[in-house]
């Protein structure tokens, strides 16, 4: 019951923030210098194509009626047509969005899988050569930004060692599995295709590392920090010479205190995996959204472009909303101060 | 130094002492004392670029198709890229439009977000608060690489519209940030007494609120350089942001993918020149944060 009343509460707020944030970049996009519809079509466009063009794009009507035209386009399930593909832009990012979100979900589970445990080991063995080892990876992981690691990956793996593919979401000739949820990893084992399971996998394994690695530092990072405050807690050392074993210790009672920090950085995370994701996508030709939104930007799509930030500040806005659940399960102390509230 | 500046009466003898103190804590740190050299180095070969470099005249727009995808070598030591031009030579004028970029997008932003932060703290749960709060939300309601892409894409491509993109997109962090220190610090007893002598508001936000702030701007501004850096790489790696020939880091990494596995030497030595800079600032964000840290235990 708590928990409705307090998700009811974000929700709202999310709308007042997505609805914010459709003005803001819908006003940028229109009142920054250069007329969208010539650089949309090309510099010697025809001046009737142009015209046509403001014409159908509403670029003639005031600014704040435009927008209304928008929005009332929005709750009739439009976002209007893309000048590159020629659909709705809505029809656009649902075709590519489940492959950005694959890419983004495997990131995560690389994310949380790899960081955790990581994280855990350096902080109980502190400043010791496993602890020094842990802080130089994460040093590397913090300074090299993720397109710089996708183009390393793609040299080392993909072309020299041939580890994984490294150019879209199958191979050549391999049929996509009927779509379910499109994301071909599920929906492949969900048919039973297990090759087509496999061969998708391979396919995410180095994108969603390069995007990875970055929050897998720092989470590493803040994790041992937290692990090593509460290894010095009363609470542990009372734990320990009650004599209870070293594996309840530190799974129960050491872990899940220690996860608060990290998990609550995880919304911060998120935003640089969903950011990074255009660059990636780009990289390893992954037929995702933010591909989609990079081309569009590349070729001044009005539609495309403001579409493509509304999801994803939506997405933006669901995992952070996720984020601060997964956060007051795991401290209770949080939700007794919502409840105080 | 110091001793030259106190002779002169612009630091008080007390201050003096306090910034000694401060830098024996970060001298301590090896990694801080690495972060400083590395930033004064890539600093002092930016500013010395035309003298230092090789071949001063491979920075911009040049064809030597004879010396084209030279691998490393002694004349060479980073080898030449497509168009026969020194990729050392380029990384180093690219440290200067990096540093740039890091440098204007923080003067910009940093001044208005502050004092943002600073009214709607002090005006907590008031009007200031609330409308000045909500728009920041609205800013950060997306990845800000998302946003300063979208932002780009509808400029015309080029480093100083990348900078304005950036810019504009960058100010909540330092208002969120100054909000939340403000906004406690505003129930201080010595700011509470201040309010009751009767000092201005003025006087309370800029001479009792934000000395205390300062610590943490400073780590801010010095970790968001490394930051800016990356994001200003990323944009002109997309094409949406400085355009060939400029010789900016993004660039030469995007310019230099086209060539890979073959001709590695275009895109790995930038994208180290990337990664040594980043590096610097975040090690010296992390000593000046430090610093900090144990001045306020």
Same mark, same amino acid.
């Given at each position: 019951?708590?928990?409705?009343?307090?998700?009811?509460?974000?929700?709202?707020?999310?709308?007042?923030?997505?609805?914010?944030?459709?003005i803001?970049?819908?006003?940028?996009?229109?009142?920054?210098?250069?007329?969208?519809?010539?650089?949309?079509?090309?510099?010697?466009?025809?001046?009737?194509?142009?015209?046509?063009?403001?014409?159908?794009?509403?670029?003639?009507? #005031?600014?704040?009626?435009?927008?209304?035209?928008?929005?009332?386009?929005?709750?009739?399930?439009?976002?209007?047509?893309?000048l590159v593909?020629?659909?709705?832009?809505?029809?656009?990012?649902t075709? !590519?969005?489940?492959?950005?979100?694959?890419?983004?979900?495997?990131?995560? &589970?690389?994310?949380?899988?790899?960081a /955790?445990?990581?994280?855990?080991?350096?902080?109980?063995?502190?400043?010791?050569?496993?602890?020094?080892?842990?802080?130089?990876?994460?040093y590397?992981?913090?300074?090299i930004p993720? !397109?710089?690691?996708?183009?390393?990956?793609?040299?080392?793996?993909?072309?020299?060692?041939h /580890?994984?593919?490294?150019?879209?979401?199958?191979?050549p000739?391999?049929?996509?599995?009927?779509?379910?949820?499109?994301?071909?990893?599920?929906?492949?084992?969900?048919?039973?295709?297990?090759?087509?399971?496999?061969?998708?996998?391979?396919?995410?394994?180095?994108p969603?590392?390069a995007?990875?690695?970055? #929050?897998?530092?720092?989470?590493?990072?803040?994790?041992?920090?937290?692990?090593?405050?509460?290894l010095?807690?009363?609470?542990?050392?009372a734990?320990?010479?009650? +004599?209870?074993?070293?594996r309840?210790i530190?799974?129960?009672?050491l872990m899940?205190?220690?996860?608060?920090p990290?998990?609550?950085?995880?919304?911060?995370?998120i935003?640089?995996?969903?950011?990074?994701a255009?660059?990636?996508?780009?990289?390893?030709?992954?037929?995702?959204?933010?591909?989609?939104?990079?081309?569009?930007m590349?070729?001044?799509?009005?539609?495309? $472009?403001?579409?493509?930030?509304?999801?994803?500040?939506l997405?933006?806005?669901?995992?952070?909303?996720?984020?601060?659940?997964?956060?007051?399960?795991?401290?209770?102390? /949080?939700?007794?101060v919502?409840?105080?509230? | 130094?110091?001793?030259?500046?106190?002779?002169?009466?612009?630091?008080?003898?007390?201050?003096?002492e306090? @910034?000694?103190?401060a830098?024996?804590?970060?001298?301590?740190?090896?990694?801080?004392?690495a972060?400083?050299?590395?930033? $004064?180095?890539?600093?002092?070969?930016?500013?010395?670029?035309p003298?230092?470099?090789? @071949?001063?005249?491979h920075a911009?727009?040049f064809?030597?198709?004879?010396?084209?995808?030279?691998?490393?070598?002694?004349?060479?030591?980073?080898?030449?890229?497509?168009?026969?031009?020194?990729?050392?030579?380029? /990384?180093?004028f690219?440290?200067?439009?990096?540093l740039?970029?890091?440098?204007?997008?923080?003067?910009?932003?940093? =001044?208005?977000?502050v004092?943002?932060?600073?009214?709607?703290?002090?005006?907590?749960?008031?009007?200031?608060?609330?409308?000045?709060?909500?728009v920041?939300? *609205?800013?950060?309601?997306? =990845?800000?690489?998302?946003?300063?892409?979208? *932002?780009?894409?509808?400029?015309?491509?080029?480093?100083?519209?990348?900078?304005?993109?950036?810019?504009?997109?960058?100010w909540?962090?330092?208002?969120?940030?100054?909000y939340?220190?403000?906004?406690?610090l505003?129930?201080?007893?010595?700011?509470?007494?201040?309010?009751?002598?009767?000092?201005?508001?003025?006087?309370?936000?800029?001479?009792?609120?934000?000395?205390?702030?300062?610590g943490?701007?400073?780590?801010?501004?010095?970790?968001?350089?490394?930051?800016?850096?990356?994001?200003?790489s990323?944009?002109? !790696?997309?094409?949406?942001?400085a355009?060939p020939?400029?010789?900016?880091?993004?660039?030469?990494?995007?310019?230099?993918a086209?060539?890979?596995p073959?001709?590695?030497?275009?895109?790995?030595?930038?994208?180290?020149a990337?990664?040594? &800079?980043?590096l610097?600032?975040?090690?010296?964000?992390? +000593?000046?944060?430090?610093?900090?840290?144990?001045?306020?235990?």
């Amino acid at each position: 019951m708590r928990l409705a009343t307090y998700l009811a509460k974000r929700i709202g707020y999310t709308i007042f923030v997505l609805l914010g944030l459709s003005i803001l970049i819908f006003t940028l996009a229109r009142v920054l210098p250069g007329d969208p519809a010539r650089m949309a079509l090309s510099p010697r466009a025809p001046e009737w194509a142009i015209e046509k063009l403001r014409e159908q794009l509403r670029l003639n009507e #005031p600014l704040p009626v435009q927008y209304l035209y928008w929005l009332r386009d929005v709750f009739s399930g439009s976002l209007g047509e893309s000048l590159v593909t020629r659909r709705d832009v809505l029809t656009d990012i649902t075709e !590519f969005l489940p492959a950005t979100l694959e890419l983004l979900l495997f990131a995560l &589970i690389f994310d949380v899988a790899i960081a /955790i445990p990581v994280g855990m080991l350096a902080g109980r063995k502190a400043n010791t050569w496993v602890d020094n080892l842990v802080r130089g990876f994460a040093y590397i992981g913090v300074t090299i930004p993720a !397109f710089v690691f996708a183009i390393i990956f793609l040299l080392v793996f993909g072309y020299i060692l041939h /580890i994984a593919p490294v150019v879209g979401r199958l191979s050549p000739g391999v049929v996509p599995p009927p779509r379910i949820t499109g994301l071909f990893t599920i929906d492949s084992l969900i048919t039973g295709n297990f090759s087509t399971f496999v061969d998708a996998l391979s396919h995410l394994i180095l994108p969603s590392l390069a995007l990875a690695l970055g #929050p897998i530092a720092q989470e590493a990072r803040i994790t041992r920090a937290s692990v090593v405050e509460n290894l010095n807690k009363d609470y542990i050392l009372a734990s320990v010479s009650h +004599g209870l074993p070293e594996r309840l210790i530190v799974l129960k009672y050491l872990m899940k205190p220690s996860l608060i920090p990290t998990v609550s950085i995880m919304g911060l995370d998120i935003a640089s995996l969903i950011g990074w994701a255009f660059l990636v996508e780009s990289i390893f030709n992954w037929p995702g959204m933010s591909r989609y939104g990079i081309i569009a930007m590349l070729r001044k799509d009005l539609n495309a $472009i403001v579409g493509v930030v509304m999801v994803t500040g939506l997405v933006f806005a669901i995992a952070n909303i996720l984020v601060d659940i997964i956060v007051s399960l795991l401290d209770p102390r /949080i939700r007794m101060v919502e409840r105080a509230k | 130094m110091l001793e030259k500046l106190k002779e002169l009466g612009v630091l008080s003898p007390r201050k003096a002492e306090d @910034y000694k103190k401060a830098w024996y804590k970060f001298s301590r740190n090896p990694l801080s004392i690495a972060g400083l050299a590395i930033v $004064i180095l890539v600093v002092a070969l930016a500013i010395l670029a035309p003298y230092v470099t090789p @071949y001063p005249h491979h920075a911009g727009f040049f064809v030597d198709y004879d010396n084209a995808n030279q691998p490393p070598s002694l004349a060479h030591p980073f080898g030449t890229d497509q168009f026969g031009r020194d990729v050392l030579t380029r /990384i180093i004028f690219g440290f200067r439009y990096s540093l740039m970029m890091a440098a204007t997008v923080l003067a910009i932003v940093t =001044p208005p977000g502050v004092i943002l932060g600073l009214i709607a703290g002090y005006y907590r749960d008031r009007w200031p608060d609330i409308v000045i709060m909500r728009v920041a939300d *609205i800013f950060v309601a997306v =990845p800000p690489l998302v946003l300063a892409l979208a *932002i780009c894409s509808v400029l015309e491509p080029n480093i100083f519209n990348a900078m304005m993109a950036v810019s504009l997109m960058w100010w909540p962090w330092y208002t969120r940030l100054v909000y939340g220190m403000a906004s406690s610090l505003r129930m201080e007893p010595f700011v509470q007494a201040a309010e009751i002598v009767g000092a201005s508001k003025f006087h309370i936000m800029f001479k009792e609120i934000l000395p205390n702030c300062l610590g943490a701007i400073l780590t801010k501004v010095t970790l968001d350089a490394a930051w800016v850096i990356i994001l200003g790489s990323a944009l002109s !790696f997309v094409g949406l942001g400085a355009q060939p020939p400029t010789p900016d880091l993004g660039t030469m990494l995007s310019d230099g993918a086209k060539y890979m596995p073959g001709i590695w030497w275009i895109t790995v030595f930038p994208a180290i020149a990337i990664a040594v &800079i980043v590096l610097g600032f975040n090690l010296l964000g992390d +000593g000046i944060r430090d610093v900090f840290a144990a001045e306020a235990h």
